[in-house]
């Protein structure tokens, strides 16, 4: 997710244990294990903790999420690729869990993988762009995140949503 951890305010407070447990978890995963401990999760019984707890599973889904987004010929992502399929699968489950931290986290706007989620906006799986946009709204109902972005991020991201209205 390359947050910048030294521009994150040193707090001192440690994550629920639940919610810690289970970022240990996600990181001991392989990528089936992965996919199979994020379906899991259909309604969010963690506690409420800061997004910064978050960084080192975040961490790994960035590189996913970066890895689906290799450009493939002129039209392509990788994800669209059909032999392909079991990334395409752990992206969804990336993006609804990644959802799912949103509204029950603060300290949002340490989010920083919005790139990888406007490029994801490109895909030919319909499922894949429902599940940015649904992330997209998490973020737009519960922070200024969106609001707060970079002038060429956000213009990148009204670009690729306008084309998807057109």
């Known amino acids: 997710m390359k947050i910048h951890r030294s521009k994150s305010k040193k707090d001192l407070s440690v994550p629920p244990i639940d919610c810690k447990l289970f970022i240990d978890n996600i990181k001991s995963c392989n990528r089936t294990e992965l996919h199979e401990l994020l379906k899991s999760i259909t309604i969010w019984h963690l ?3 800061r997004l910064y707890d978050w960084i080192d599973a ?3 889904f960035d590189a996913i999420l970066e890895e689906a987004c290799i450009k493939s010929g002129t039209w392509m992502l990788n994800c669209d690729k059909s032999e392909n399929a079991e990334l395409k699968i752990l992206v969804l489950d990336i993006l609804h869990f990644t959802a799912l931290i949103i509204e029950h986290s603060y300290s949002r706007h340490l989010y920083n993988s919005i790139e990888h ?3 994801l906006l490109q895909s030919s799986h319909v499922h894949i ?4 946009l649904s992330l997209l709204y998490v973020f737009s ?3 200024n ?5 970079q002038v060429d991020k956000k ?3 009204i670009d690729r949503v306008t084309f998807l209205a057109e």
């Open 58 to 60: 975040l961490d790994l």
């Open 47 to 49: 506690g409420k903790c």
């Open 117 to 119: 989620l406007i490029m």
């Open 155 to 157: 213009q990148a991201l």
């Open 141 to 143: 109902k519960r922070s």
């Open 129 to 132: 762009i429902l599940g940015v």
């Open 145 to 149: 995140f969106i609001t707060r972005l």
